[in-house]
């Protein structure tokens, strides 16, 4: 049953992610050309420039604002990689767990290597 839901969450995921791929691609375009608009805007003297550079990281930023529904495409690539993650993990049985601590069970322990 686990690894059913984990199926049907990671075809969920995978759709969600295939259907925002588009605003993913212009919101990563748009961050570059905001980022270069900006180191140059920060690197230019002259004021013609610095104008010039500032309507692009403008332009550049609303671009980014525009594409906010890509947010979801990152959601949706992490719970894919959450899925991957948890799909061979199996499931810690109380037997298997030792407590370091309890004299009882090092006891067991160290009998059960001595008698073999």
Partial sequence: ?????????????FFVL????GPLLGLAVSLVVTYYAVKEFMRTDSTGT??????IAFI?????I????AILAVVAAYILYVVYKNWN?????????????????????????LNK
């Fill in 18 to 21: 295939l259907a925002n791929i």
């Fill in 1 to 13: 049953m686990k690894k059913f839901c984990l199926f049907l969450v990671g075809i969920i995921a």
């Fill in 89 to 113: 993990k199996t499931k810690e049985h109380k037997e298997d767990i030792i407590d370091a601590d309890d004299p009882f069970t090092n006891f067991e322990r160290q009998w059960n290597s």
């Fill in 60 to 64: 550049a930023i609303s671009f980014s």
């Fill in 50 to 55: 610095k104008i010039l550079w500032g309507i």
């Fill in 66 to 69: 525009a594409n906010v529904p």
